[in-house]
Every structure is written in structure tokens, then in C-alpha cells.
């Protein structure tokens, strides 16, 4: 049995396994240059670059995996759902997912703390150019190709919670290792939150655009955007681990309740009136 007949057997296996071994395998060799949790401190610059080429690794795979099993053929119906963006009203969708991560400073300003408005409105550059980038790391795999394939065999509650998983909880938990590693329980935590739990909850509400947008990846992919900016412009500065811990629980908390929300109010809602 060849490449094609047992990616054309198991799709999703053959994508999950591709993207794993490529960015995995790339990142693996930041444990050459670095230790976990050093990645955002005192990195060397080549660090950067495996981070880069690793990250390339769902977008990679999806285009590979769509060509194996599809053809050219699949390729174009890939890049088809790229150019819809005749969305009408969904585009206002993209505010979504900034403006819940924006109430975390707002609460944290509420609460007493201080709020540096300084820096994030320099980091809006910075930070929009960072979306763009991730979205194009990612979204021809997790939105361009596994999600398509899992509604096929799940219900869209069933394949957004195993994407929401796969992205997060596999993909994003070995990333964010190196970034928040080395702290023992704390980094568990901190790992566990702004992989599968985050994420999971921003797949939902990814998923409920991308149901009444006929697949529109072009718009899947300025969501992604959407949090990779946010997070960087909206993100705080925490003076110990106590904290840094309730602020991010409580950030991700507001990004499963707006997700809970959509799911089960405004999503079902236009389901009963379409």
C-alpha cells in the first residue's frame, strides 16, 4: 500500500501525523539552544527560526495531505474557499475574540492594577503583523483541511472539541512548553489553560463563523489572526506566578463563557430561523 492509497484511507491520521512530526521534529532542536521556558527571556536568535519552521507545520501538512488524497483538484477547492470572502455581515465576527481578550485588562485596570495602555497600543503593529503570520502557519491545516474532515464524521459539537484538542491540547501544549516550561505545576497549569482550554473555546467560536460562511478559510484564517494579535496586545505583565495564574484562569474563563454563549444561544438561534 502506498503514500496515497492509506492517506486517501485515513485523512485524519495522515494530517495529524505529518504535522506532528514536522513541527515537533523541527522544535525538538530548541533544546539545543535553550531550556523550557526560556524562550521569551534570553533565547538565542536562531531559536526564532525553528519556532518559525515548526509552526509551518499544520498549513504544510494540510497542503500536502489535501494533494495526496485529493490531487490538484483538492488543491483548488482548498484555495476556492480561500477567496470567498463575499461574507457580507460576518466580517464584524473578527471583533469577537479581541474584544473578549481586551475585558482582562479591563478588569485587571477595575480591579486596581496597573494597565500599561502605553504599551499596547505600540504593540498593535507588532502584534497585527504576528496574526497574520500564525493564521498562515496554521489555518490551511486545522480550518483548510482537519476541520472539513471531522464534520464529515462528527457532529459539529464532537469535531470542534477534537480539533479544539488536537490544535491546543497536542500541537500548541509541546509549543508553549518552551515558552512557559520549567516551573514545575505552574507551568501545567499555565499550559493546560492556553492550550487545550483556550483554544478549544476559540475553536468554537471559529467553528459557529465558519458554518454560516460556507467554509470561508479566508475569514478562519483573520480569526486565527485575530488571536494571535490580541494576545499580544492585550497581554499583561504579572509580578508572581499567583497571579499570573488567577489573571490567565480568568481570562480564559471570559473566552469559554463567550464561547458557551455562541454555542448554545446566537448559533442555535440562527439554526431555528435559517
Given at each position: 500500500?502506498?503514500?496515497?492509497?492509506?492517506?486517501?484511507?485515513?485523512?485524519?491520521?495522515?494530517?495529524?501525523?505529518?504535522?506532528?512530526?514536522?513541527?515537533?521534529?523541527?522544535?525538538?532542536?530548541?533544546?539545543?539552544?535553550?531550556?523550557?521556558?526560556?524562550?521569551?527571556?534570553?533565547?538565542?536568535?536562531?531559536?526564532?527560526?525553528?519556532?518559525?519552521?515548526?509552526?509551518?507545520?499544520?498549513?504544510?501538512?494540510?497542503?500536502?495531505?489535501?494533494?495526496?488524497?485529493?490531487?490538484?483538484?483538492?488543491?483548488?477547492?482548498?484555495?476556492?474557499?480561500?477567496?470567498?470572502?463575499?461574507?457580507?455581515?460576518?466580517?464584524?465576527?473578527?471583533?469577537?475574540?479581541?474584544?473578549?481578550?481586551?475585558?482582562?485588562?479591563?478588569?485587571?485596570?477595575?480591579?486596581?492594577?496597573?494597565?500599561?495602555?502605553?504599551?499596547?497600543?505600540?504593540?498593535?503593529?507588532?502584534?497585527?503583523?504576528?496574526?497574520?503570520?500564525?493564521?498562515?502557519?496554521?489555518?490551511?491545516?486545522?480550518?483548510?483541511?482537519?476541520?472539513?474532515?471531522?464534520?464529515?464524521?462528527?457532529?459539529?459539537?464532537?469535531?470542534?472539541?477534537?480539533?479544539?484538542?488536537?490544535?491546543?491540547?497536542?500541537?500548541?501544549?509541546?509549543?508553549?512548553?518552551?515558552?512557559?516550561?520549567?516551573?514545575?505545576?505552574?507551568?501545567?497549569?499555565?499550559?493546560?489553560?492556553?492550550?487545550?482550554?483556550?483554544?478549544?473555546?476559540?475553536?468554537?467560536?471559529?467553528?459557529?463563523?465558519?458554518?454560516?460562511?460556507?467554509?470561508?478559510?479566508?475569514?478562519?484564517?483573520?480569526?486565527?489572526?485575530?488571536?494571535?494579535?490580541?494576545?499580544?496586545?492585550?497581554?499583561?505583565?504579572?509580578?508572581?506566578?499567583?497571579?499570573?495564574?488567577?489573571?490567565?484562569?480568568i481570562s480564559t474563563g471570559l473566552a469559554i463563557l463567550a464561547a458557551v454563549f455562541i454555542w448554545l444561544f446566537i448559533r442555535r438561534s440562527g439554526s431555528q430561523t435559517s
Amino acid at each position: 500500500m502506498n503514500l496515497k492509497t492509506w492517506a486517501s484511507r485515513h485523512p485524519i491520521l495522515t494530517y495529524i501525523i505529518l504535522t506532528m512530526v514536522w513541527s515537533f521534529g523541527i522544535w525538538s532542536f530548541l533544546f539545543l539552544y535553550i531550556k523550557p521556558g526560556e524562550l521569551m527571556k534570553s533565547a538565542p536568535p536562531i531559536s526564532f527560526l525553528f519556532v518559525v519552521l515548526g509552526g509551518f507545520g499544520p498549513s504544510l501538512s494540510g497542503l500536502f495531505t489535501t494533494w495526496l488524497v485529493y490531487g490538484r483538484e483538492g488543491l483548488q477547492a482548498l484555495w476556492d474557499r480561500v477567496r470567498i470572502g463575499r461574507v457580507g455581515s460576518w466580517w464584524l465576527a473578527l471583533l469577537v475574540i479581541p474584544a473578549v481578550t481586551a475585558l482582562t485588562p479591563l478588569l485587571r485596570w477595575l480591579a486596581g492594577y496597573p494597565v500599561d495602555t502605553e504599551a499596547m497600543v505600540n504593540l498593535l503593529g507588532p502584534g497585527i503583523a504576528l496574526g497574520l503570520v500564525a493564521g498562515l502557519m496554521e489555518e490551511f491545516g486545522w480550518r483548510g483541511f482537519l476541520l472539513p474532515h471531522l464534520l464529515k464524521r462528527y457532529s459539529p459539537t464532537v469535531a470542534t472539541l477534537l480539533l479544539g484538542l488536537i490544535w491546543g491540547g497536542l500541537w500548541h501544549g509541546y509549543a508553549d512548553y518552551f515558552a512557559l516550561g520549567g516551573r514545575g505545576f505552574d507551568s501545567l497549569v499555565l499550559i493546560t489553560l492556553l492550550g487545550p482550554v483556550l483554544l478549544t473555546a476559540w475553536s468554537f467560536i471559529i467553528t459557529w463563523v465558519y458554518e454560516r460562511t460556507q467554509g470561508s478559510l479566508l475569514l478562519a484564517y483573520f480569526m486565527h489572526a485575530s488571536i494571535s494579535s490580541s494576545a499580544l496586545i492585550f497581554g499583561q505583565t504579572y509580578s508572581t506566578a499567583a497571579e499570573e495564574i488567577t489573571w490567565t484562569a480568568i481570562s480564559t474563563g471570559l473566552a469559554i463563557l463567550a464561547a458557551v454563549f455562541i454555542w448554545l444561544f446566537i448559533r442555535r438561534s440562527g439554526s431555528q430561523t435559517s
